[in-house]
């Protein structure tokens, strides 16, 4: 069945430093989704990406699609103490099997 | 809108015994997903419902099932519960299931087994 691994599986971070995970699709993605969940919180959509090396932009925030579309990276640049929480990507084969597979997760701690 | 609302948000059972949750997705979301989350292993894929019928099933035994009502309020049933189902599981809608939705996830039952 289809796998998405997620690297790294924990980050401690000084606040300022920069931060990055990865995530490995064992098969073509349709499209991949990241989401963020807060300790003792529900995972929150953060953005989707669908196009052959897409490249989006919230704030801090850099997220990328790879060109054979099976990986794909969440970067923050100049981390805040907001932003500590687990990081998942999510991605969909394509078809009608409309099914998102879950990474495990990076969890980010950032020290003040 | 409202979110979508888990039920109970805590419970706790002992082996053997069966568990029914619930959750009532935002109100115009057609389609709900379950999963499983316990330390290590992120979120597990349980199964997803779409106008009443199961369009999408996770490795999870056949203890696990669910359902889902004609007003898209959806239910999940564990029967014979063992320690390993202690987890947070969590229901997530989107309006129509398509394959670009995005996921509005509630705030999850945490289930104790003793």
């Given amino acids: 069945g289809q796998q998405v691994m997620q690297i790294p599986q924990y980050q401690h971070v000084q606040e300022g430093e920069d931060f990055t995970t990865y995530c490995n699709s ?11 969940q807060r300790p003792g919180g529900h ?61 495990k997760g990076t969890l980010l701690t950032v020290n003040p | 809108k409202a979110g979508v609302t888990q039920t109970p948000r805590y419970l706790i059972k002992t ?23 316990t330390p290590g292993q992120g979120l597990q894929f349980l199964f997803e419902y779409f ?26 049933n564990v029967s014979t519960l063992e320690l390993g189902d202690s987890a947070l599981y969590l229901c997530a809608s989107s309006a129509a299931g398509t394959g670009d939705s995005l996921l509005h996830f509630g705030d999850g039952t945490r289930l104790s087994i003793l």
């Fill in chain 1, 26 to 36: 064992s098969t073509t993605l349709s499209n991949i989704q990241w989401y963020k």
């Fill in chain 2, 15 to 37: 082996r053997g015994q069966q568990v029914t949750l619930s959750c009532s997705p935002i109100s115009g979301h057609r389609s709900v997903s379950w999963y499983q989350q």
């Fill in chain 1, 43 to 103: 995972p929150v959509f953060l953005i989707q990406l669908v196009k052959s090396g897409e490249v989006k932009k919230q704030k801090r925030l850099t997220f990328q699609f790879g060109e054979a579309k099976k990986n794909s990276s969440l970067h923050i640049t100049a981390t805040q103490t907001t932003d500590v929480g687990t990081y998942f990507c999510a991605g969909r084969r394509g078809g009608s099997n409309y099914k998102l597979t879950f990474g």
């Fill in chain 2, 51 to 76: 106008s009443e019928t199961q369009r999408n099933k996770g490795n999870f035994p056949g203890r696990f099932s669910g359902r889902q009502f004609s007003n898209s309020r959806s239910e999940m």
